[in-house]
């Protein structure tokens, strides 16, 4: 993901193969640098997108969901109609922590999806609630140890 103006891209979106379109979304809250995430999606219908990446400051939208956009024309994600159940998780890793490639391929090693943010920001997707509790209690352990700071994406 890159930061270009008021907007969050997403530069390598995990479903790149799938997405036909790109939507924005409004970031809200006071320390977020920037106003909008750009998300990668697939139009499924004339209002109706499947996200196709993995949200890196949104709450409560995962990959796999599907929103509805504004219908002005503006281009932007109005809500969530449905869930594809999935889970996201963002952390953010430090230099003198785990190495990036351990935590990153024992995530994967568990079927976990990652998308870089930047050098030391990760999101990560998990396909159910199994899998995110694997994930979750891997990620405690770690911010336990002072390695990571991570949190969910519920709000």
């Known amino acids: 993901m890159a930061v270009q103006n008021d907007y969050a891209l997403h530069l390598d979106p995990i479903w790149r193969d799938r997405a036909n379109y790109i939507l ?3 970031l809200v809250g006071d320390d977020l640098p920037k106003h909008f995430e750009q998300l990668w999606t697939r139009q499924v219908d004339d209002n109706e997108f499947e996200i196709c990446c993995i949200p890196f400051f949104l709450y409560d939208m995962a990959l796999g969901d599907i929103v ?13 109609v449905q ?10 890793l430090n230099d003198s922590g785990a190495p990036f490639v351990d935590v990153t391929a024992w995530i994967e090693q568990r079927g976990g999806l990652l998308e870089w943010s930047s050098r030391h920001m990760i999101a990560i997707d998990a396909v159910n ?6 994930i979750a209690d891997y990620l405690a ?4 140890q002072g390695r990571l700071v991570y949190e969910t994406g519920r709000s």
Do not use: M, T, W
Request: proline fraction near 0%.
């Open 68 to 80: 509805r956009s504004r219908s002005d024309g503006s281009g932007l994600v109005e809500r969530v």
């Open 129 to 134: 609630e199994v899998e995110a509790q694997q």
């Open 83 to 92: 869930s594809s159940g999935r889970y996201v998780f963002r952390a953010i």
């Open 24 to 26: 924005n979304a409004e």
């Open 141 to 144: 352990d770690l911010e336990a």
